[in-house]
């Protein structure tokens, strides 16, 4: 059996499967010279979201075949050094969807309830407070998604059918096709149109040098006045320090966040401090049935890899054509 090394925790009949193919090495949650030392020996990895940079491929070169990650993202491996080194990288797009897009709904109906301060009242105070914890509906609201994929479109079809809220998307490729084809009521504008009308601003978009901190001050300033605004995509989306300003001052309602510009966050991190905010560890995919479906073709692109195939789901299918 090949040696491949599993980094991230996964349902046991997806790891019993996992384990029937493979001699299994487990260290979870690891980074920097104990994730190389770790993967020294091993074909393959099932990989969480540790960082995977040149250096640690430059270090396990000899032996590394495959990374299959459990998820989607794919910016914690440097791909070109894992191309050059002829390591592929599988990934498993779209099997956690529906999973991120439940908390992104979930995240804006917090907000909208306020539920943080709530539970901590009901905690401390028992009802005392429930007076002042007025909210609002996310019925009949504006929504906001920038991104338009396959989280983007779960999003955008809980809010119209779930809550009968209109729908605003901005995406680098806008499709009305698409749309069709979801069957979603919604209307393709630019940002600043999205930023002014909309009431919770969703933001669903990978990192790109295009997209990086792409909600800055200019953005927050031009947000309808008091609206909320969810990240569950990727921190570097957002400019923390400008986002901070503008809770601060009221400018934005209040941030759902699951994602952060360094995770995990320092402690004293000023989200931590403010009342407007409801924030996640970076377990936007911690349902049991996403774990299963992500783990699962974590786990099934690996084994047809070492058994010579080449996934569909190749990130960097060029390593096959330099064998």
Not at 81 to 86: D, K, L, N, S, V
Not at 200 to 220: D, K, N, S, Y
Not at 279 to 297: D, K, N, W, Y
Request: hydrophobic fraction near 45%; glycine fraction near 10%.
């Amino acid at each position: 059996m090949d040696r491949v090394l599993q980094t991230f925790p996964m349902p046991e009949a997806v790891e019993q499967k996992l384990r029937a193919h493979c001699d299994v090495r487990q260290a979870f949650f690891v980074e920097g010279d104990e994730l190389v030392e770790a993967a020294r020996g091993c074909r393959g990895v099932v990989a969480g979201t540790e960082l995977w940079p040149r250096e640690a491929l430059a270090a396990v070169r000899a032996d590394l075949r495959a990374i299959s990650r459990v998820g989607t993202g794919i910016d914690s491996v440097d791909i070109a050094a894992a191309t050059e080194f002829g390591i592929a990288v599988l990934n498993a797009p779209g099997e956690n969807a529906q999973t991120i897009a439940e908390l992104s709904v979930g995240l804006m109906w917090s907000l909208a309830r306020r539920m943080v301060l709530a539970d901590q009242a009901v905690r401390t105070t028992g009802f005392k407070m429930r007076t002042e914890l007025d909210g609002i509906e996310l019925t009949g609201k504006t929504v906001g998604i920038i991104g338009f994929g396959e989280i983007g479109r779960r999003v955008a079809a809980i809010c119209r059918h779930g809550f009968r809220m209109r729908v605003l998307i901005t995406t680098a490729r806008p499709d009305p096709v698409r749309l069709t084809a979801a069957g979603i009521e919604a209307q393709f504008v630019d940002l600043d149109e999205l930023l002014a009308e909309s009431d919770f601003v969703a933001l669903h978009a990978a990192v790109t040098p295009e997209t990086e901190r792409m909600i800055g001050a200019a953005q927050l300033r031009a947000m309808k006045a008091g609206a909320y605004l969810v990240n569950t995509a990727r921190g570097q989306l957002v400019d923390e320090d400008a986002l901070v300003a503008a809770l601060r001052a009221g400018e934005v309602g209040g941030y759902g966040a699951d994602v952060y510009e360094v995770e995990p966050p320092p402690p004293d991190h000023p989200f931590f401090a403010l009342p407007n905010t409801v924030l996640g560890p970076h377990f936007g995919s911690g349902t049991f049935e996403a774990m299963t479906r992500m783990g699962g073709r974590a786990v099934d692109n690996l084994i047809e890899f070492l058994a010579g195939g080449q996934p569909v789901r190749t990130v960097n299918p060029e390593v096959y054509s330099s064998e």
